[in-house]
């Protein structure tokens, strides 16, 4: 499987968790309750971000390092990561909840770009068998078998 095709789906699954914590937001006000919902949210998108950082974007940068794309994409990395940082140590609710709002808005952007614009350039840049062999990283990465092939590393 091809790399962008799985971080595609990764994404499918982190719109979800959106819906759940904007769900979330809208119907408590217990913080602790509101704090564990984006504390999942953040989790998974952290690790989906560092999937990207460390396989998709360094085969990436021997085409296209320093142009626009690939560099916006890792500074809203970045931008998450500030935001994921503040919410952690928030103790106001109202707070809390706008910046889960901000969290969520910035990552659906950036899934967007990637889906519309990133994925497309390492599709186009990157060779079928280059995007499965990273795919088999990233399958290794999430335990995941592709292909009756079975990545589960050994404990
Ligand atoms: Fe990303
Ligand atoms: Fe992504």
């Excluded at 979330?24 to 690790?47: G, H």
């Excluded at 840049?125 to 990545?151: D, I, M, P, Y």
């Amino acid at each position: 499987m091809k790399i962008t095709d799985a971080l595609r789906g990764e994404h499918g699954v982190l719109y979800v968790l959106f819906e759940d914590v904007r769900e979330t937001i809208n119907d408590s006000d217990n913080i602790e309750v509101i704090r564990k919902s984006i504390s999942t949210l953040d989790k998974a998108l952290l690790s989906h971000a560092g999937i990207e950082d460390s396989i998709l974007f360094p085969a990436l940068d021997q085409h296209i390092a320093g142009m626009g794309p690939l560099e916006m994409m890792r500074a809203e990395h970045q931008e998450v990561d500030e935001l994921v940082a503040a919410a952690r140590v928030e103790q106001d609710m109202a707070t809390l909840k706008s910046q889960a709002k901000q969290l969520i808005d910035l990552a659906f952007g950036h899934f967007q770009k990637e889906e519309m614009a990133l994925f497309a350039m390492a599709e186009q840049f990157l060779s079928e068998e280059e995007l499965a062999a990273l795919g088999e990283q990233w399958a290794a990465k999430r335990n995941v078998t592709v292909e009756g092939h079975s990545c589960i590393s050994a404990a």
